[in-house]
Structures are given as C-alpha cells and as structure tokens.
C-alpha cells in the first residue's frame, strides 16, 4: 500500500442527486488533499466544507453508531473507519445499492428497520423476573458474541442479492442476525414462537449463502453463520 | 406563517439513554408520548460508551451504595448535591438489574452474575482498597443498553420522530413550557410539537472543543434551547478532559483498559502515576489522571518525535484478556492509533469528553430556576442526561456514573412527568407570538447574501475554546478567551448558509447547531473566568487551591447580557451523615 507521510491530491467521484433540481442522478468529481491516517468520512467531511449542497449521513466517526454505510468502488463499508489509503482512485462514493435515494449519500431505511422490528426484537420473558439479574453462565453469554455487536448499518442487507429481489418479503442478514440474537438468549422463553415466526419459504429460506452479508460487515459479525444456526434449530425443532 | 401542529401529553426530545428509559417508564401510563431524536434512535451517543456503569452489587468485591455515594461526593470535590447523590447510589442497585431484565447482555461471572470491573475513583469502606463497582458489556457498555432501551420502547410502542430536529422550545408569558419547535430533517418541513410536559435528554456538547472523544452531533443543543427561554446553565466550567483519546484524534480508550491493569508511561519508560496518585496510581479521579500526563508533557517527558503525548501499556496483559474484556479497543488502536495493543502501547493525550454542568434540575428531573425565595420549578420543562445537572458529578464525575445518571434521572423524570400530567391534564394556549419567537433562528438562516460559512465558523470556535478553555486555566488566557469568543460571536450574525433548499439539508442543522455551540460555549468561557479557585477539572495555576470558604457553591450562568449568579451546595443527603470537604487525595 502506498503511503506518503505528506498531503497529496487524491480524486472522488460523488453520487450527486438533489430532488428538488435533478432529474436523474449524476457523479461529480472532487479533489480532496489526503493525508496519512485520513478515513473517507474524513475526505466527505473535507468535501462537504468546500461544497455544503453535499449531504450524507455520520456521526459517532467511530465505528459504533451505524450511521454512514455508504457503497465504495462498489463495496459498502463505514466511512469513517475505512482508510483513504486502502481504495483505488478514483474513489467511487455512492448510495448504499437497492435502497431509495433521499438526497446524495443518504437512502431511506425505512424498510430495513421495518424487517428488523418485524422479528420482535426484545427480550421475552413469561415467567416473572427475579430480584436480582437472570442468572446467565459465561458460556451462554458467549453464544451473544458476534451477535449482540450490530450496529445497523445496513452494509450488509443492502449487499444482499436475496433483499435486493424480495425485500418485502426476505427479512434479509441484520433482521435475521437480529432473531439469532434472541433465539440464542438463555433468557429468552419464546424461542418456539419465534422460529415459527420464520417459518415459509420467503423470510429466511430466501438466503442462498451467496456471504456477501459477510464479506462487508464492518464489524466482523457472521450473519450468514447466524442464518445456519437458525436453519438447524427449525430443523430440530420440526423433527 | 400557519404551521402544522400536533398535539401529545408528552415531548422528549432525545432518544439516547435517557430520553428512552424516561420513554419507557412513560409508555405504561396511557399517555401519549412522543420521542424526537436528530438521528436514529440507536446512532445516539449513548451508543459509544465503553467502560459501564456504576452500581453496588458486590458481585466482585465487597461494595455497598453508601461507599458509592462517599466516591461520588469526593470524586465531585465536594461540589456534588448529596441528596442527590444518594438518591443515585441507591437508585442503581435495582437500576442495574432492571436493565439486565431489559436484555442488556452484561459480560458474566463464573456463577452467572454480573460481571463488574474497577474503574477510578472507587473504594471500598470510604477510601480503602479499591472497589470494583463498574457493570459492563465487554467495552461496548452504551451499545448493549442503547439497543436494549430502544428494543423496549419498540415493545411499548413507543412513538418516534427518527431524524426530526428541535429548534427551540415554546415558553409562554408566564413561563410555563408548551412543546417545541421541530422540523423534519428528510423534508425541512416545520412543525410545532405541543405538549403538556417536554424532557430535554439531548446529550453533551463535546463539539465545542476541537478535540474531542463526542460524536458529530454532540453539540448541547438541548442546554442551548433552555438558556434562550431563560433558563441559566449551572456549573458549566466543569468540563471534564478524559486522561487517555487517542493523541491527535481524540476517540476515547476507556478507562476500563486501565481498571483491566493497563498504566501510563513517558518517555522514560516510567509508570508516572505513581509519583502524582502513590494509592490510586492510574486508577485516580479524571481530571488528576489528565493533568498528571499534561504536567509530564510539558516538563518535556512527553513520548513521540513531537515529544506530544504519553503511551498507555496494555501489552503485558494476556491476549485473552484484551480479547474478552477489551475487543472494541482494541478494534480502535488498529484502525485509529495504527497500533495493536496486544503488541504496542497506544499513544494518549487528553480529550474534551464530557459536561458536568448543563440545566438545573432536582432530583426528579425538573428544571428549576432561582426565585426570589430559593428556587422554582419551570412549569412543564424537565432535563435528563448529560444536558441536566443534577447535580451528582459536581466538579468533577467519576468513570460509569454518566450512564448510571442518565438511566436513574430519565427513569425518575418519567415518573413525574406522569403525575404532573395527571394534574396539568389540559393542553395550555399557544400564543402565535411565542411561535415567532421560536421560529427566528429558522428563518434568520434563510438570508441568503455573503457572510463567512458554517464550516469556517465551527472550527475557529472549537479552536478558540480549546484554546483558552482547556485543562489548565489562567485569568490572562481566559479573558482572552471571553473577548475574542464576543467578537467571534458578533461575526455570526454575519454568517450565511450557501444552500436553502429543503430536503435533507444538512447544512442547515449545522448552521442551527452552530447557534447552539456558540451559545454553549460562551457559557462554559464566562462561568471559568468567573470561578477563582482550583476545584475538579476546572484547575487554575492562579488559584490553585480549591476555597470552600468562597466557592463551594454553584454556578449559574444566563445568556441574557452573560450574567452569572450562584446558588448553595446541597450538603444535606437524604438519610446519612453529610460527608463533610476534605482534602482530595488518591
Ligand atoms: C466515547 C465515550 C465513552 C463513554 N463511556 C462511558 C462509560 O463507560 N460509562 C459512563 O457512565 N459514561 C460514559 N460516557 C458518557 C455517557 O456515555 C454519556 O454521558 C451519556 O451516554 C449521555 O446520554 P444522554 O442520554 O444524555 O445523551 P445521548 O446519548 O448523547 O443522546 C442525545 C439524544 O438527543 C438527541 N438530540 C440532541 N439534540 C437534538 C435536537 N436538537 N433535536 C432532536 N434531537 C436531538 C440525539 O439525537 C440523541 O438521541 C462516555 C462518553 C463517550 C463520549
Ligand atoms: S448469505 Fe444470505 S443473507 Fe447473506 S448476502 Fe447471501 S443471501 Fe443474503
Ligand atoms: S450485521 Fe454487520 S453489516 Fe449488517 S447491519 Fe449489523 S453491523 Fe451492519
Ligand atoms: S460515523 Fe458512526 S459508524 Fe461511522
């Protein structure tokens, strides 16, 4: 990877499109002055100062709110913890595939969080809880790792070939990952309910472990390993 | 200009850690609640705490609230409310586990209970061996609770404005607070938001300093809206610096990785907090932590070709460790310091990360005011969170009491905010004048012309702030400070938005956050000039003892022709001894 310790020019091409003046959606082309240990939301931030008109969304600039999903070079990741030295220029910045455009980088998720709720995503409890906290061994708690982490982002719903084709009615990666986190819970007592909530052949049954969901989670997590893990346990649960 | 309105008993305008669990305990009551949030509930900065919060469980070593509220009291430097404070301590107890009831996935001991770590500051037995008080989810604490709250609140049905902005507050003639101002971020469309009670649980205002552990949208909005309807800002020159960002950035390493056994060191190589904390070591209050390595760094023990900062040690604890206890830090030093801990010590340098002051409240979460008599409620306003002041952190707060003060107060605020509507059960008239008044800013940045720019404008004011605002504080420094802030501030009159068109237009939050940090700003300049004596973070080389004989007492600084006024420290606890001042060692 090459890196200069100086600033140097570095070129981006910017999906540009404003609802109240576009037609149709255009890229235009910045030149932002890159340093060593620059992020992209670096570089967008850099951008928006020379050009307000620019919008995406960001916040936490730390990995942890979810906020900036964008697609990079056709890969979606989190601006802000992707370094500008890791991308090939011209740097390709667009919209987060398959979701409508709001305005530029930002789409509207209203789907994504739509699926996300659909799975009743909350702790169900029937018996009554105890004075203290519910006891949890280690071990159990360890099957919360790589589950609990999501931040929402979206980078991998939105990279997923199954949302893409049927996102009214494939709950795609983050909602499922999300009932794997519940199914998973040894707090949790409505596991039964909740696999047949995913019953059918669309809602879970439409992942055909293509892993794109894997290969741009930021943080890592599995949802694919997540989807398995649900299949076995209907399977098990059916026999 | 007619705008839309919509009515509901209830405004909470936040959607982190407070405003949700206030929302929560609202949602059971039959009233209805309406939750405004700039950003997604979950993006909320509540999000990107680390370390945990604070309850006496024992799980770990002995531990009982009333050394709790001993810590809480010394680690405020004498500074804090203790009714409120023991109300707190005492409150987190069953706090803490109804969260774990909520789903909060906490790391686990052998036995199944709650895993907890130490953190600084805390003891066992009013000032004995350390204490290890600190509930946690691995280091992503904020995480594990934010989407619990929000799951909850999804549960209870709660009704969310995602992505809608609050301008200001409606407060009529006779004071009373009548909802807010919003628009819709997505559209730019205004829309008033009438309500028979309103919570402000909007978070810090990190962002008036340039370098600064706080998200994008930390930028005190909530403490803005309350001083231009009148309210003053209460011990605003307490800012805390937290010891270890990351140098040149400032993402937070918290201070769990020193609780795991993690320490300081200059250039030498030497373990420095020995010689400034010889008990606590690396484990003292926050703000000795953070002028230790700034004395280090400036007698020229400082690490780096720049000699700018110092390292904190992790590579002697197991890999295991850091993999189980401290994976979201480690994941930061990589991507952020270029490091791994595992092999590498992680440059530090102090960070601008939290405010103790903000809005006055008492201890259920209303906002008072001075009156001729002590001091009134607001009618229908409460704060919660980082934006109030409760006070419990006083001068100086001490690591996993934030999350614990957001969670015990906006629970609390929930309550009350049901038996007020119960008794105010009727919506008040709103005049169109308090409208208008509301609407200004709005349409004060529909001016189009030339003028310096939003961006500009921000980062000279975080400039200057870092400037003369920072950890140590002389009257030169700061009245420099105030002076130019004043020019600063007149020049932002003068100051356009390029773009005026509606959707989605970021630029004119920033500019309407601009406003706000501006006004926050200046608070925190003025209150520090004014305090003449060194207590908690506010340590001043001119006045370096703390005087209790002048300055144990509050500050409350209003925007109106930026006056200051003072009022007593609530000595008094709720059912044990006060803890009298004494000296601050560690
Ligand atoms: C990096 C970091 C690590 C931390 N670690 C710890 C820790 O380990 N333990 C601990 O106890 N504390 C910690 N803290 C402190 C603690 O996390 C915060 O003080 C606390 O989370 C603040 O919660 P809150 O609910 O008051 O505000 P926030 O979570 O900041 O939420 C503010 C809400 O207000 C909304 N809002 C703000 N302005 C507007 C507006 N104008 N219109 C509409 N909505 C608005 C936002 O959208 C958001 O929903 C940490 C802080 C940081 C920065
Ligand atoms: S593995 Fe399944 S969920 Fe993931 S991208 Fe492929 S189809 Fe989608
Ligand atoms: S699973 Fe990963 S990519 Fe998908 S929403 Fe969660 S954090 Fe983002
Ligand atoms: S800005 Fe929060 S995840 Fe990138």
Redesign the interface.
């Known amino acids: 990877m090459a890196q200069s310790l100086g600033r140097e020019p570095m070129k981006f091409e910017i999906y540009r499109y404003?609802?109240?003046?576009d037609s149709k959606p255009r890229m235009q082309a910045y030149e932002v002055e890159v340093e060593r240990?620059m992020m992209l939301r670096d570089a967008l931030l850099a951008i928006?100062?020379e050009d307000?008109?620019f919008?995406?969304?960001?916040?936490?600039?730390?990995?942890?709110?979810?906020?900036d999903g964008v697609n990079v070079n056709g890969v979606n990741c989190l601006a802000c913890?992707t370094?500008v030295s890791e991308l090939k220029p011209p740097v390709q910045v667009r919209p987060m595939p398959g979701r409508p455009v709001?305005?530029?980088l930002?789409v509207d998720?209203s789907q994504f969080?739509n699926q996300y709720?659909s799975v009743?995503?909350?702790?169900k409890?029937t018996e009554p809880?105890p004075?203290?906290?519910?006891?949890?061994?280690?071990a159990?708690?360890d099957q919360?790792d790589g589950l609990?982490?999501c931040?929402?982002c979206g980078c991998c719903s939105t990279s997923c070939p199954s949302f893409w084709w049927n996102p009214d009615k494939f709950l795609g990666p983050q909602a499922l990952l999300t009932a794997a986190r519940f199914v998973l819970?040894s707090?949790d007592q409505a596991t039964a309910q909740r696999l047949d909530a995913l019953e059918g052949p669309y809602k879970l049954f439409r992942c055909h472990t293509i892993m794109s969901c894997v290969e741009v989670c930021p943080k890592g997590l599995n949802p694919t390993r997540a989807i398995g893990q649900l299949k076995a346990m209907m399977l098990k649960d059916a026999v | 200009m007619a705008l839309a309105r919509r009515r509901f008993d209830t405004l909470i305008i936040g959607a982190g850690g407070a405003g949700l669990n206030a929302a929560l305990q609202l949602a059971n009551s039959g009233l209805s609640v309406a939750v405004v949030s700039k950003?997604?509930p979950?993006?909320?900065?509540t999000?990107?705490a680390q370390g945990g919060v604070n309850a006496a469980l024992a799980n770990v070593l002995p531990d009982n609230w009333h050394w709790h509220m001993f810590d809480t009291v010394k680690g405020s430097d004498y500074l804090g409310d203790q009714d409120a404070i023991e109300f707190m301590c005492r409150e987190a107890i069953p706090t803490?586990?109804e969260l774990?009831?909520?789903?909060v996935?906490?790391?686990?001991?052998?036995?199944?209970?709650?895993y907890q770590r130490k953190f600084g500051g805390q003891s066992q037995n009013f000032g004995g061996e350390q204490a290890a008080r600190t509930c946690a989810?691995a280091d992503?604490t904020g995480?594990?609770i934010l989407?619990?709250l929000y799951?909850?609140n999804?549960?209870a049905k709660t009704h969310f404005f995602d992505e809608w902005f609050a301008i200001n507050l409606l407060r009529d003639d006779e004071g009373v607070v009548l909802g807010a101002l919003v628009i819709e971020i997505?559209t730019g469309d205004p829309l008033i938001i009438e309500a028979k009670t309103t919570l402000l649980a909007t978070g810090g205002c990190g962002q008036v300093f340039r370098t600064n552990s706080n998200?994008?949208?930390n930028t005190g909005d909530g403490m803005a809206m309350a001083l231009r309807v009148g309210v003053p800002l209460m011990d605003m020159e307490f800012f805390q610096f937290h010891p270890t960002g990351i140098v040149?950035?400032g993402?937070l390493i918290s201070e769990g990785v020193r609780g795991e056994g993690g320490y300081l060191i200059n250039k030498d190589g030497e373990r420095f907090m020995e010689r400034y904390a010889p008990h606590a070591k690396d484990l003292a209050s926050r703000d000795v932590v953070s002028r230790s390595i700034m004395t280090e760094i400036k007698e020229g023990r400082g690490c780096g070709p720049r000699a700018d900062h110092v390292l904190l040690k992790v590579d002697h604890l197991d890999e295991s460790v850091i993999a189980k206890r401290l994976p979201?830090i480690r994941?930061?030093s990589k991507?952020?310091a270029?490091v791994d801990p595992v092999y590498e010590p992680i440059p530090v340098f102090p960070t601008a990360h939290y405010s103790m002051g903000g809005i006055p409240t008492d201890r259920f979460g209303r906002v008072v005011v001075p009156e001729r008599h002590g001091e009134e409620a607001v009618p229908g306003l409460y704060a919660a969170g980082e934006c109030a002041c409760a006070s419990v952190h006083g001068a100086n707060r001490l690591g996993g009491n934030s999350l614990l003060d957001i969670l015990v107060f906006g629970r609390l605020a929930g309550k009350d905010i049901r038996d007020y509507v119960r008794e105010n059960p009727y919506h008040r008239n709103l005049d169109e004048a308090v409208v208008e008044a509301a609407i200004a800013p709005l349409e004060r940045w529909e001016q189009g012309g030339e003028g310096p720019?939003?961006?500009?404008m921000r980062g000279t004011l975080q400039r200057l702030m870092e400037d003369h605002a920072g950890v140590f504080r002389t009257e030169a420094v700061m009245q420099e400070g105030v002076d130019k802030l004043t020019d600063l501030r007149e020049r932002l009159a003068g100051a356009r938005?390029?773009?005026h068109?509606?959707?989605?237009?970021?630029?004119r939050i920033q500019a309407l956050e601009l406003d706000n940090l501006f006004d926050v700003g200046m608070a925190i300049a003025v209150s520090a000039l004014h305090r003449k004596e060194s207590r908690g973070a506010h340590s001043r080389p001119d006045y370096p003892e703390r005087d209790d004989m002048q300055w144990m007492k509050h500050s409350l600084y209003f925007k109106a022709g930026d006056v200051m006024d003072y009022k007593p420290v609530r000595t008094k606890p709720l059912t044990v001894e006060t803890f009298p001042p004494k000296p601050r060692v560690y």
């Open positions: 404003h609802p109240e003046t240990g928006q100062a307000e008109t919008a995406f969304r960001h916040s936490c600039g730390e990995g942890v709110c979810g906020s913890t370094p709001i305005r530029d930002v998720m969080y709720q009743d995503p909350w702790l409890r809880n004075e203290h906290e519910i006891r949890q061994s280690p159990h708690r919360l609990y982490e931040i929402m819970d707090r | 950003v997604f979950t993006r909320s900065h999000v990107a803490v586990y774990e009831h909520a789903g996935p906490f790391s686990r001991l052998p036995d199944g209970r709650i989810a992503r995480h594990a989407h619990a799951q909850q999804l549960r997505a998200a994008h949208i040149g950035k993402m979201g994941e930061s991507i952020f270029g720019g939003v961006a500009e938005l390029r773009d068109s509606k959707a989605f237009n970021t630029a």
